[in-house]
């Protein structure tokens, strides 16, 4: 075996090169938190956050240009993800029920592995599915925030669905065994007993499915469309934050550019408060089954 | 471990029991908690008009294409003052544009590319407007000249063909003005990956000028590129060439002026020595000269081209872009129109082919010439809602 000075030697470089991977990983986190935080803070108000967009401006130094806000794209965001979530967090639960209390082997292998390969879609294809399943029949709606909405929650539901499953699962099996026990049916077992002590796990699920969601732009552009006005009727476009950055941002005009650094750095708190709070509410619920 | 304690505290210890409840349920709370801001916040926001900016309006209209027109449109939007009717348009280039009106899923498309004979009977009762005019500015990157780089449609052809390929090139060097001595350096060019009216109106332009192009690449919103990189969008283009020393692009002259890149100078047909550079008054006056005769708004535009146009000082590489709606919105739309929508979405485009106009100069757009509004009025006058005229206000 290697002397001790060589073994030393080989753990400090792989201590080294540890905290170099670590380093990487951080850099990009870091870098986008501090160019969202140094260009979209400089345009951050209150104005910002109420008023609309501009209208474009193409005087390179953005000197005299109107400024504008991102108001109603807040709003946007917040009524197709709140749509979306009223769709897919039912189904998403109740997926998660059946493939864990009801499924057994066949079927509910069958739609746990479904779910798994929906996790995975790309979401554009999403857009193009919903894009396409409207334009034949409902081309008056097929940019609304009902399509935008079904779109979000297909992205959801798999989410939603397999991080029920697993704390479904994750609830111990003596635990239904006494509801039973107890001369309870099954449906109220799961329902009064097993579903409050994995509830906490499940509305994480549904946050990070909510924040997952938040973020998406591909599915929007050809679903919700854009709107200036933001959320202004079910089936009407929505306009909503990602996809204007994506406009925004890849834009001529100085004020637009602005803008959507503005968006981003909004986009980020939105996000990283859902996060935040997902992770609190996870943490209690480790606590509950007593560390694991 | 887990299983055992949680086993316990559900079922046997009572103290345990409790604590844990009390700890298990403060997940589901914060959540309720958190669904329930949000759903406040919502209705806040709803009542403080942020979800609805401007005051919904009776009408809203959506459109979809050229991302050219983009900028304009979007002025358009934030100006039209009316209670009627509001206008939200997308910029998602002028392919997915066409595509987007032949489905019928806007109230109106713009293209920067006249409709194709396919394009225009797969839309059936389509219906061209003219609507806004730019030029393509050849762009690019070269920091030790100082004067401004000419070039002729043929050089450009051979660049793009891949056949010129150092700028000091004896073809490319012998059109330049007395002190404008191009370095030695080879050529990078860069064009447009995407579908796009730019590269419509370029590659157009490089057929009509040189008959290798033409046979071997033709026109088109997206060909084979023979040479070069390519870009995603005008930016994109503009971006790389802007930091490529060497490098020679086509972007819409809009985007040259906003982003200030310098452009060249192209040769006009009808003298050799002259040399126009692209701004709004020699595309302006290219369309002011323009030969033939336009056709109506039901009309084929695809033969159409204002490249070319030979009055002295007029920029070479010109086209129009063009709005399009349906003839009868009844047909088209069906039972989601009615005629008092129809004549609030006439009104609109009356709005902006006349008032809308002079938000032109200001984004580097040329404003329609007088020819080509009368034009549009006489075909916005020709829609009709089931088979009824819509009068246009």
Same mark, same amino acid.
Not at chain 1, 135 to 158: D, H, K, N
Not at chain 2, 49 to 68: I, N, Q, R, V
């Given at each position: 075996?290697?002397?001790?000075?060589?073994?030393?030697?080989?753990?400090?470089?792989?201590?080294?090169?540890?905290?170099?991977?670590?380093?990487?990983?951080?850099?990009?986190?870091?870098?986008?938190? *501090?160019?969202?935080?140094?260009?979209?803070?400089?345009?951050?108000?209150?104005?910002? %956050?109420?008023?609309?967009?501009?209208?474009?401006?193409?005087?390179?130094?953005?000197?005299?240009?109107?400024?504008?806000?991102?108001?109603?794209?807040?709003?946007?965001?917040?009524?197709?993800?709140?749509?979306?979530?009223?769709?897919?967090?039912?189904?998403?639960?109740?997926?998660?029920?059946?493939?864990?209390? *009801?499924?057994?082997?066949?079927?509910?292998?069958?739609?746990? @592995?479904?779910?798994?390969?929906?996790?995975?879609?790309?979401?554009?294809?999403?857009?193009?599915?919903?894009?396409?399943?409207?334009?034949? *029949?409902?081309?008056?709606?097929?940019?609304?925030?009902?399509?935008?909405?079904?779109?979000?929650?297909?992205?959801?539901?798999?989410?939603?669905?397999?991080?029920?499953?697993?704390?479904?699962?994750?609830?111990?099996?003596?635990?239904?065994?006494?509801?039973?026990?107890?001369?309870?049916?099954?449906?109220?077992?799961?329902?009064?007993?097993?579903?409050?002590?994995?509830?906490?796990?499940?509305?994480?699920?549904? %946050?990070?499915?909510?924040?997952?969601?938040?973020?998406?732009?591909?599915?929007?552009?050809?679903?919700?469309?854009?709107?200036?006005?933001? @959320?202004?009727?079910? #089936?009407?476009?929505?306009?909503?934050?990602?996809?204007?950055? *994506?406009?925004?941002?890849?834009?001529?005009?100085?004020?637009?550019?602005? #803008?959507?650094?503005?968006?981003?750095?909004?986009?980020?708190? %939105?996000?990283?408060?859902?996060?935040?709070?997902?992770?609190?509410?996870?943490?209690?619920?480790?606590?509950? @089954?007593?560390?694991? | 471990?887990?299983?055992?304690?949680?086993?316990?505290?559900?079922?046997?210890?009572?103290?345990?029991?409790?604590?844990?409840?009390?700890?298990?349920?403060?997940? $589901?709370?914060?959540?309720?908690?958190?669904?329930?801001?949000?759903?406040?916040?919502?209705?806040?926001?709803?009542?403080?008009?942020?979800?609805?900016?401007?005051?919904?309006?009776?009408?809203?209209?959506?459109?979809?294409?050229?991302?050219?027109?983009?900028?304009?449109?979007?002025?358009?939007?934030?100006?039209?003052?009316?209670?009627?009717?509001?206008?939200?348009?997308?910029?998602?280039?002028?392919?997915?544009?066409?595509?987007?009106?032949?489905?019928? =899923?806007?109230?109106?498309?713009?293209?920067?590319? $006249?409709?194709?004979? =396919?394009?225009?009977?797969?839309?059936?009762?389509?219906?061209?407007?003219?609507?806004?005019?730019?030029?393509?500015?050849?762009?690019?990157?070269?920091?030790?000249?100082?004067?401004?780089?000419?070039?002729?449609? /043929?050089?450009?052809?051979?660049?793009?063909?891949? =056949?010129?390929?150092?700028?000091? !090139?004896?073809?490319?060097?012998?059109?330049? /003005? +007395?002190?404008?001595?191009?370095?030695?350096?080879?050529?990078?060019?860069?064009?447009?990956?995407?579908?796009?009216?730019?590269?419509?109106?370029?590659?157009?332009?490089?057929?009509?000028?040189?008959?290798?192009?033409? +046979?071997?690449?033709?026109?088109?919103?997206?060909?084979?590129?023979?040479?070069?990189?390519?870009?995603?969008?005008?930016?994109?283009?503009?971006?790389?060439?802007?930091?490529?020393?060497?490098?020679?692009?086509?972007?819409?002259?809009?985007?040259?002026?906003?982003?200030?890149?310098?452009?060249? /100078?192209?040769?006009?047909? &009808? &003298?050799?020595?002259?040399?126009?550079?692209?701004?709004? +008054?020699?595309?302006?006056?290219?369309? +002011?000269?323009?030969?033939?005769?336009?056709?109506?708004?039901?009309? !084929?535009?695809?033969?159409?081209?204002?490249?070319? &146009?030979?009055?002295?000082? !007029?920029?070479?590489?010109?086209?129009?872009?063009?709005?399009?709606?349906?003839?009868?919105?009844?047909?088209?739309?069906?039972?989601?129109?009615?005629?008092?929508?129809?004549?609030?979405?006439?009104?609109?485009?009356?709005?902006?082919?006349?008032?809308?106009?002079?938000?032109?100069?200001?984004?580097?757009?040329?404003?329609? $010439?007088?020819?080509?509004?009368?034009?549009?009025?006489?075909?916005?006058? &020709?829609?009709?809602?089931?088979?009824?005229?819509?009068?246009?206000?």
């Amino acid at each position: 075996m290697a002397s001790p000075t060589v073994r030393r030697a080989f753990n400090w470089v792989a201590v080294a090169l540890t905290c170099a991977c670590v380093v990487v990983i951080l850099i990009p986190l870091a870098s986008i938190l *501090y160019t969202a935080i140094v260009l979209g803070g400089s345009v951050l108000s209150l104005h910002f %956050l109420t008023a609309g967009p501009p209208a474009a401006c193409t005087i390179p130094s953005g000197v005299g240009c109107p400024v504008g806000g991102i108001g109603p794209l807040i709003g946007g965001t917040l009524a197709l993800v709140g749509l979306a979530s009223a769709l897919a967090v039912p189904i998403g639960v109740l997926t998660g029920i059946f493939t864990s209390e *009801y499924g057994g082997r066949g079927l509910g292998r069958a739609v746990s @592995f479904f779910t798994d390969v929906m996790t995975g879609l790309p979401s554009i294809v999403i857009g193009v599915f919903v894009y396409g399943l409207f334009v034949l *029949y409902y081309p008056r709606i097929v940019f609304s925030a009902i399509t935008g909405s079904i779109a979000l929650a297909i992205i959801m539901i798999p989410i939603v669905a397999r991080t029920s499953e697993e704390s479904l699962r994750a609830v111990p099996h003596s635990v239904r065994e006494a509801a039973l026990g107890l001369g309870i049916p099954k449906y109220r077992g799961i329902l009064r007993v097993v579903l409050p002590s994995a509830l906490p796990a499940v509305a994480t699920g549904a %946050l990070l499915a909510v924040m997952r969601a938040g973020g998406e732009a591909a599915p929007l552009l050809l679903t919700a469309f854009g709107n200036r006005l933001g @959320f202004v009727g079910l #089936d009407q476009p929505v306009g909503s934050l990602p996809p204007t950055i *994506y406009e925004f941002g890849t834009s001529g005009a100085s004020n637009w550019l602005a #803008d959507a650094w503005g968006a981003s750095l909004i986009l980020i708190i %939105l996000m990283l408060g859902i996060s935040i709070v997902a992770r609190l509410v996870l943490r209690n619920r480790f606590r509950a @089954f007593g560390g694991g | 471990m887990s299983s055992a304690n949680a086993n316990q505290s559900a079922t046997t210890t009572p103290p345990a029991d409790t604590i844990v409840r009390k700890k298990s349920r403060t997940g $589901p709370i914060i959540a309720i908690v958190v669904v329930i801001l949000i759903v406040i916040i919502l209705l806040v926001a709803y009542q403080a008009g942020w979800l609805t900016a401007k005051k919904s309006t009776k009408y809203s209209f959506t459109g979809a294409g050229s991302t050219f027109v983009f900028p304009l449109v979007n002025t358009w939007e934030l100006n039209y003052n009316s209670s009627s009717s509001s206008v939200n348009y997308q910029g998602v280039g002028s392919g997915a544009g066409i595509q987007q009106i032949t489905a019928k =899923t806007v109230d109106f498309g713009a293209s920067d590319a $006249p409709l194709s004979a =396919t394009q225009k009977s797969a839309a059936s009762g389509i219906l061209q407007f003219p609507e806004s005019a730019g030029g393509v500015a050849i762009i690019y990157n070269l920091a030790t000249v100082t004067g401004q780089v000419r070039f002729t449609g /043929a050089v450009l052809a051979q660049i793009y063909l891949g =056949t010129i390929t150092n700028w000091n !090139d004896a073809r490319l060097q012998s059109i330049q /003005a +007395a002190g404008v001595t191009l370095p030695s350096g080879s050529i990078t060019v860069v064009y447009r990956s995407d579908g796009s009216g730019t590269s419509f109106v370029y590659t157009s332009y490089l057929s009509a000028e040189n008959a290798t192009w033409k +046979a071997t690449v033709g026109h088109g919103t997206a060909v084979h590129w023979p040479a070069g990189i390519g870009a995603k969008g005008s930016s994109a283009v503009t971006s790389t060439v802007k930091t490529t020393p060497g490098a020679i692009g086509y972007v819409d002259l809009e985007y040259a002026l906003a982003n200030g890149v310098t452009f060249g /100078a192209v040769q006009n047909p &009808s &003298s050799l020595t002259d040399f126009v550079s692209p701004t709004l +008054a020699s595309t302006g006056s290219a369309i +002011a000269d323009f030969s033939g005769t336009f056709p109506g708004g039901a009309g !084929d535009w695809g033969n159409i081209s204002i490249l070319n &146009s030979a009055g002295a000082g !007029d920029y070479p590489i010109t086209s129009l872009t063009y709005f399009l709606f349906y003839q009868d919105l009844g047909t088209a739309y069906g039972s989601s129109y009615s005629m008092a929508k129809a004549q609030a979405l006439v009104a609109w485009f009356n709005w902006a082919i006349h008032t809308g106009q002079s938000y032109s100069a200001a984004l580097y757009y040329v404003p329609l $010439p007088a020819n080509l509004v009368a034009i549009d009025a006489a075909t916005l006058a &020709s829609m009709t809602f089931n088979g009824q005229a819509i009068p246009v206000t």
